[in-house]
């Protein structure tokens, strides 16, 4: 079993930055893929980024420059550093951690960019 918590979610004007932070439990952190999703009201999760355990990363093209995805293994924890926000960009955002078959998802944190 994993736990994951996040942090760093708030209110911030466009074009501004946020960094959130995803603090895993478990002796096996480095082995996980980590991500985040997010999600607003209506709508499906839609994937933001990923990193694997080989530090691989992945950013759909509505992120992509923007937003950067980094791990500490050390420390058990991801982040994501989000950069050039856009109102567009309010959701809640859920980390993950996934070693097939198993995954889990943090209880999300609430990101709001005002235009």
């Known amino acids: 079993q994993v736990q994951l918590v996040e942090s760093g979610g708030g209110l911030v004007q466009a074009g501004g930055s946020l960094r959130l932070s995803c603090a895993a439990s478990?002796?096996?952190?480095?082995?996980?893929?980590m991500g985040w999703f997010r999600q607003t009201p209506g709508k499906q999760r839609e994937l933001v980024t990923t990193?694997?355990?080989?530090?691989?990363?992945f950013y759909p093209d509505s992120v992509k420059g923007r937003f950067t995805i980094s791990r500490d293994n050390a420390k058990n924890t991801v982040y994501l550093q989000m950069n050039s926000l856009k109102p567009e960009d309010t959701a809640v955002y859920y980390c993950?951690?996934?070693?097939?078959?198993?995954?889990?998802w943090g209880q999300g944190t609430q990101v709001t960019v005002s235009s």
């Open positions: 993950y951690a996934q070693l097939p078959p198993n995954i889990y």
């Open positions: 478990g002796s096996i952190f480095g082995s996980y893929t």
């Open positions: 990193i694997t355990s080989g530090g691989t990363t």
